[in-house]
């Protein structure tokens, strides 16, 4: 009877346990604060998927091997006027790519170029600049007999340290000798274990150096998405300027020392095809523990310097606030059903003069400061052949500005022989005296063409 007994009562622990093991996994019970904030607070690098999906990778991979075309507009309307930046983009392959590019104010023309890449080359024409002002091709008349004029300038992508020395530009040591131009989206994937071992490795620290006084659970909340009112319940998480100082200081002197991040940074790097002193695992070490030792240097105090809060409905983020001090609120919203972020920011206080930590600069202050709202949406056709991408942007003083993208993977491109037909000159074939000339005279006649311009939109 006994043994019955001790089997039951053993049963009914061990049903209690899977119970409560199964709650504590795939529900919020018996989870501290922190936790509960940093379950969510994770989630925000979901965001990164509206532009890493599936589906915007396969559309990538689409265009490594197949013809596509890409139609940008840039609308800045303001009380002043509408600005129109229309960017055409048709591509036979990645090394063979014609772009036409106009900018207007109010529909009246104010310059347009044109930008090719032929394999190994990339060329610019611009009518002011190859046959304006100062007409600087005269310059080149004296050493090319044969040229009186010119369309396009051109560059090879080769030896690039040697041309920028020969133009003149110091401290060209970490100036690549070529750019590999396939990498620049490659340096942004990161292999999934590698995220995954990052995240884990740089959370738990930063949990570390926070404890339970920093977190909260606040209730529940009213959010409204599209129209809709979601019930959400908020987790808070509260740290000052010394917290974050020691948070930041301890992420520097962990990565000085960790291999494995180290050696993603430099593979990475190598792919810019940097010089390999810039590249190497003990200079990135001392590079990172330099930055710790400037975070040291700060001078902080126990004032609040961030508070972070998460809203969660159904065991899903919908929402994230950032308070930067007494400043200014920046509110994250998913609407994961329409593929959307919409970003808002509400100012505290007028006179922004916080310079701790998150502060870059004056200017960024200032252009972010006037932002308002921005919505962003990225769409992917069921067939994977096209993608847009929508950011809308509303400012103070009355400023929208807009932006669309659609890339569409097809046949149907226009195809272009201006390049071909036009006389060209090749940067990296010119002599060192020829270059400084003619990179002299190019910046003067750049004055110029900016400054009848800017009176153009001035005048309009």
């Known amino acids: ?140 008349s004296l050493f090319f007999k044969s040229l009186d004029s010119c369309d396009y300038i051109t560059l090879k992508n080769s030896d690039l340290k040697s041309l920028a020395e020969k133009i003149g530009l110091e401290n060209t040591n970490s100036f690549p000798d070529n750019i590999n131009w396939g990498t620049y989206v490659d340096i942004l994937e990161i292999q999934q274990d590698d995220v995954d071992y990052i995240s884990n490795k740089y959370m738990k620290l930063i949990i570390n150096d926070t404890n339970k006084k920093n977190y909260e659970k606040s209730g529940s909340a009213g959010i409204k998405i599209n129209d809709k009112i979601h019930t959400a319940t908020t987790y808070k998480m509260t740290i000052t300027e010394n917290e974050s100082k020691k948070i930041l200081s301890d992420v520097f002197n962990e990565l000085s020392k960790d291999s494995r991040t180290l050696n993603i940074i430099s593979s990475k790097l190598k792919m810019l095809n940097l010089p390999s002193e810039y590249t190497q695992i003990n200079y990135l070490s001392e590079k990172f523990t330099k930055i710790k030792s400037n975070i040291d240097s700060l001078e902080t105090t126990d004032d609040e310097l961030l508070e972070i809060t998460v809203y969660a409905e159904k065991s899903e983020l919908i929402q994230t606030d950032i308070k930067v001090k007494d400043e200014r609120i920046i509110k994250i919203v998913y609407d994961k059903e329409n593929n959307k972020i919409n970003l808002k920011q509400e100012l505290l206080n007028d006179n922004i003069t916080n310079k701790f930590v998150l502060s870059i600069s004056d200017v960024l202050n200032k252009i972010v400061s006037n932002v308002d709202e921005m919505i962003i949406d990225n769409h992917v056709s069921e067939d994977k052949n096209t993608m847009t991408t929508k950011v809308n942007v509303i400012c103070k003083n009355n400023i929208t500005i807009s932006y669309i993208s659609t890339t569409e993977i097809t046949d149907n491109i226009s195809t272009s022989n201006d390049y071909e037909q036009s006389k060209k000159i090749i940067l990296n074939d010119l002599t060192k005296e020829q270059l400084q000339k003619l990179y002299n005279a190019i910046i003067n006649n750049i004055k110029g063409i900016y400054q009848d311009k800017k009176a153009l939109i001035s005048n309009n």
């Open 1 to 140: 009877m006994k043994k019955k007994i001790i089997s039951i009562i053993i049963v009914i622990l061990l049903i209690l346990v899977g119970v409560g093991v199964f709650l504590y996994l795939k529900t919020d019970m018996f989870k501290s604060n922190q936790q509960l904030f940093w379950n969510y607070a994770i989630k925000n690098s979901e965001v990164t998927e509206l532009f890493n999906n599936d589906s915007v990778k396969e559309i990538k991979n689409k265009k490594i091997n197949n013809s596509y075309k890409i139609n940008s507009k840039l609308d800045i309307n303001t009380e002043d006027g509408e600005y129109l930046i229309n960017s055409n983009t048709n591509s036979k392959n990645l090394n063979d790519i014609f772009t036409q590019v106009e900018f207007t104010k109010d529909s009246e023309n104010i310059v347009d170029f044109n930008l090719v890449k032929k394999n190994n080359v990339v060329g610019l024409k611009m009518d002011e600049l190859a046959n304006g002002y100062i007409t600087w091709w005269h310059l080149l």
